[in-house]
């Protein structure tokens, strides 16, 4: 049973970069799943931000592509976020996620985490 | 982008009845519709892939249908437990997308 849980500074400063990892037990981050990122905000619903292989290959939301970066860390067994020069709108609960493969949809979620962007 | 549109936002409804959420797809996207579950305070939960297929573990009185651009999620005999907000998402194209969420509360 996979289990996912993200980390990461609660508060971010405006103009700042969001920086989250999800720590992934309970299988491999080298499995043939796609690693993906979602945040939801009252005002905006639930956003998906992107989505990561093991290979290296990345799918993102071209809304944020300019500032946000999926990586992986295969030798943690975990995959990180990155939200750069972030404002009050990138206040959101911040969720990470797992798809055996895109089209169906994420079968494993993390309990998400709120990050908060003020000075 | 593909939007997508859930109706109602809200529905009221009592223990045992049956409850229809619709989703409607600005574009087709074929059959690659989920659709979730999320409680408060929780991570959503992912009931139904590729419109119809029932995850593991999921009571059988959940259950989706449609393609194209139109889908619908019912949920019959609605057990305490059910009552949450729910939302589809398509998976046919980047970025994939959500609708609004349907709030399913107790009559």
């Known amino acids: 049973q996979v289990h996912l849980q993200e980390s990461g500074p609660g508060l971010v400063k405006p103009s700042g970069t969001l920086s989250l990892t999800c720590a992934v037990s309970?299988?491999?981050?080298?499995?043939?799943?796609?690693w993906t990122w979602v945040r939801q905000t009252p005002g905006k619903g639930l956003e998906w931000l992107g989505e990561i292989h093991h290979s290296g290959s990345t799918n993102y939301n071209p809304s944020l592509k300019s500032r946000v970066t999926i990586s992986v860390d295969k030798s943690k067994n975990q995959f990180s976020l990155k939200v750069s020069s972030v404002t009050a709108a990138d206040t959101a609960v911040y969720y990470c996620?797992?798809?055996?493969?895109?089209?169906?949809?994420?079968?494993?979620w993390g309990q998400g985490t709120l990050v908060t962007v003020s000075s | 982008d593909i939007q997508m549109t859930q109706s109602p936002s809200s529905v009221s409804a009592s223990v045992g009845d049956t409850v229809t959420i619709t989703c409607r797809a600005s574009?087709?996207?074929?059959?690659?519709l989920a659709w979730y579950q999320q409680r408060p305070g929780k991570a959503p939960k992912l009931l139904i892939s590729?419109?119809?297929s029932l995850q593991s573990g999921v009571p059988s009185r959940f259950s989706g249908s449609g393609s194209g651009t139109d889908f619908t999620l019912t949920i019959s005999s609605l057990q305490p437990e059910d009552f949450a907000t729910y939302y589809c998402q398509q998976a046919n194209s980047f970025p994939l997308t959500f609708g609004q969420g349907t709030k399913l509360e107790i009559k």
């Open positions: 996620a797992r798809a055996v493969e895109t089209a169906l949809g994420s079968d494993c």
């Open positions: 574009q087709g996207i074929s059959s690659w």
């Open positions: 309970g299988g491999s981050i080298s499995s043939d799943n796609w």
């Open positions: 590729a419109a119809s």
